[in-house]
Each structure stands twice: as C-alpha cells, then as structure tokens.
C-alpha cells in the first residue's frame, strides 16, 4: 500500500491507461454496490464518484472528520473480495450510497467511461455521517483552455466562510 500513488487520478489513466497502469489510492462518493456471494470468495462490486481528498482527519467543530471536495474526476469502479466468513447481511446494512470509500487497486481498463480498478488490494468504507462535500474546495487545476462543465472553481478554504 506504501507504493499506492495518490497522484495518478482517473483522468490520467482515461488519457494514459498504459502508462498509468500503477498502483493507485483514490477515495471518492459510494454510488452502487453489488454483493455477489456466489463464488468461493464473496465480493463486493462497487461503483464509486472519484473526489478530491487531502488525506487529513480534520476533527474541528463539524461533525465529518473527512472533507472531500465537491469536485472529482468521475466514476471508478472496482470489485472488493470479501473474507469467506464476513456476515453479508450485516454488512449489506452498512454498505448504503454516500458513504465515503477509499481503494487502493490498479487501473486495468476502461469501462466506458468509469476507470476499472478489477480487484482492489484494500476498501475501507467510511460512514455518510463521517464525510462531507460541503465544507472544502479544493484539486487539481484544470489543463489551460480545458473547464469540466459543472467543475468549479479552486477555492483556497471554506465555501461556507464570510468574506
């Protein structure tokens, strides 16, 4: 997990899949999850919307301690292997759209236009409650004469923040 890179981000690998074919941690928004139990080893397939994260548990006054920006970079996809004695329902209960996921995986192919990560290596699965979008702006800048539509702009600090 050491080697993860936390530089390479979805839409290097849609541009450059060969030569973004590395480890990679990227954290974003759950979406959808399908448990599949039929195998000797259950997983999870989970679709995931890429966000920014700085990597810092902020324990300030708000309630999340994990503020991921508004923005990302799209959808990654990838398949967590679950232990063969994990209770399915109980984590079925926990595994709800919102929550906020962290993968280390390798980028393998494009799934249209989602970035598949095949099996992830780790996934941690973060309660809604502990995360938010709302507090922090913040990634990478787009290519000069390149705007995502609905991208906003880099802000320095609190979208919520007086002037």
Same mark, same amino acid.
């Not at 060969?18 to 997983?43: H, K, M, Q, T, Y």
């Not at 994260?53 to 503020?67: M, N, P, S, T, V």
């Not at 595994?95 to 980028?107: K, L, N």
């Not at 249209?112 to 099996?119: H, M, Q, T």
């Given at each position: 997990?050491?080697?993860? @890179? /936390? %530089?390479?981000?979805?839409?290097?690998? +849609?541009?450059?899949?060969?030569?973004?074919? =590395? *480890?990679?941690?990227?954290?974003?928004?759950?979406?959808?999850?399908?448990?599949?139990?039929?195998?000797? /080893?259950?997983?999870?397939?989970?679709?995931?919307?890429? %966000?920014?994260?700085?990597? $810092?548990?902020? %324990?300030?006054?708000?309630?999340?301690?994990?503020?991921? @920006?508004? /923005?990302?970079?799209? #959808?990654?996809?990838?398949?967590? !292997?679950?232990?063969?004695? #994990?209770?399915?329902?109980?984590?079925?209960?926990?595994?709800?759209?919102?929550?906020? =996921?962290? $993968?280390?995986?390798?980028?393998?192919?494009?799934?249209?236009?989602?970035?598949?990560?095949?099996?992830? #290596?780790?996934? +941690?699965? $973060?309660? *809604?409650?502990?995360?938010? #979008?709302?507090?922090?702006?913040?990634?990478? +800048?787009?290519?000069?004469?390149?705007?995502?539509?609905?991208?906003? !702009?880099?802000?320095?600090?609190?979208?919520?923040?007086?002037?």
């Amino acid at each position: 997990m050491a080697r993860a @890179s /936390r %530089h390479v981000y979805p839409n290097d690998v +849609r541009s450059n899949l060969g030569a973004n074919r =590395v *480890p990679v941690v990227w954290a974003g928004l759950l979406r959808d999850a399908e448990f599949i139990a039929e195998r000797s /080893r259950p997983v999870v397939r989970m679709t995931i919307e890429h %966000h920014y994260f700085d990597w $810092i548990e902020d %324990h300030g006054a708000q309630r999340a301690i994990y503020l991921l @920006s508004p /923005r990302g970079e799209g #959808t990654f996809r990838c398949t967590w !292997p679950l232990n063969p004695s #994990t209770d399915l329902q109980a984590l079925r209960r926990v595994t709800v759209a919102g929550s906020m =996921v962290v $993968i280390y995986g390798t980028p393998l192919r494009l799934d249209g236009d989602a970035v598949d990560l095949g099996e992830a #290596t780790y996934a +941690r699965l $973060i309660p *809604p409650h502990l995360a938010s #979008t709302q507090h922090l702006n913040y990634g990478r +800048r787009e290519p000069p004469g390149r705007r995502d539509a609905g991208a906003l !702009p880099l802000s320095s600090g609190m979208t919520d923040a007086a002037p």
